[in-house]
T-cell receptor, first 114, second 114 residues
Framework: GDSVTQTEGQVTVSESKSLIINCTYS????????LFWYVRYPGEGLQLLLK?????QKGSSRGFEATYNKETTSFHLQKASVQESDSAVYYC???????????FGLGTRVSVFP | DPKIIQKPKYLVAVTGSEKILICEQY?????MYWYRQSAKKPLEFMFS???????DNQTASSRFQPQSSKKNHLDLQITALKPDDSATYFC?????????????FGPGTRLTVL
């Protein structure tokens, strides 16, 4: 079956430093992959951060970027300079068929300290 | 105003009982979904509905039955509850046919089965 593997557990980073959360996916069909990063800020619900649907495409939002690499089946999330407000749980997700649900990774908790 | 309403927020049930989780979306979407997140596990896709018709069922157990009485409703009936059913259940919706088909998530219902 499909699966998503992302950086496990918690990542702690100083404010203004760079952040990368790794994500790779495995899919039974890669014909039309949609790749997403969702985020859950403290006290809030799950919300979409960014998305891409084409190999080589880069998605960006709130200073975060992720590029869909078809060869390595990866979709790593990066930010050059994090802020305390980026503290949240980040989820990588994948969807490869119409009218099916998303396959999520376990989530990565990011804590940014001043 | 919340766009996806889930009720109740918390639910405690005894083993063997039956409960219904409520979901209403006010985004005008034509597709709705249920996901479940148990402790130490990723968000897991359960069902997808499009125009009130079941499109995909990834839940092995018939104890889980979605019910769509209106276009913007997708409730989840769970019968013969077990402690393993304890999880947070998330409802989501999307506009199928649109680019990306971004899924929007509700705040979740946390179910505890004693």
């Amino acid at each position: 079956g499909d699966s998503v593997t992302q950086t496990e557990g918690q990542v702690t980073v100083s404010e203004s430093k760079s952040l990368i959360i790794n994500c790779t996916y495995s899919a039974t069909s890669i014909a039309y992959p949609n790749l997403f990063w969702y985020v859950r800020y403290p006290g809030e619900g799950l919300q979409l951060l960014l998305k891409v649907i084409t190999a080589g495409q880069k998605g960006s939002s709130r200073g975060f970027e992720a590029t869909y690499n078809k060869e390595t089946t990866s979709f790593h999330l990066q930010k050059a300079s994090v802020q305390e407000s980026d503290s949240a749980v980040y989820y990588c997700a994948h969807r490869n068929n119409y009218a099916q649900g998303l396959t999520f990774g376990l989530g990565t908790r990011v804590s940014v300290f001043p | 105003d919340p766009k996806i309403i889930q009720k109740p927020k918390y639910l405690v049930a005894v083993t063997g009982s039956e409960k219904i989780l409520i979901c209403e979306q006010y985004l005008g979407h034509n597709a709705m979904y249920w996901y479940r997140q148990s402790a130490k596990k990723p968000l897991e896709f359960m069902f997808s509905y499009s125009y009130q018709k079941l499109m995909d069922n990834q839940t092995a157990s018939s104890r889980f039955q979605p019910q769509s009485s209106k276009k913007n409703h997708l409730d989840l009936q769970i019968t013969a509850l077990k402690p393993d059913d304890s999880a947070t259940y998330f409802c989501a919706s999307s506009q199928e046919g649109a680019n990306y088909a971004e899924q929007f998530f509700g705040p979740g219902t946390r179910l505890t089965v004693l």
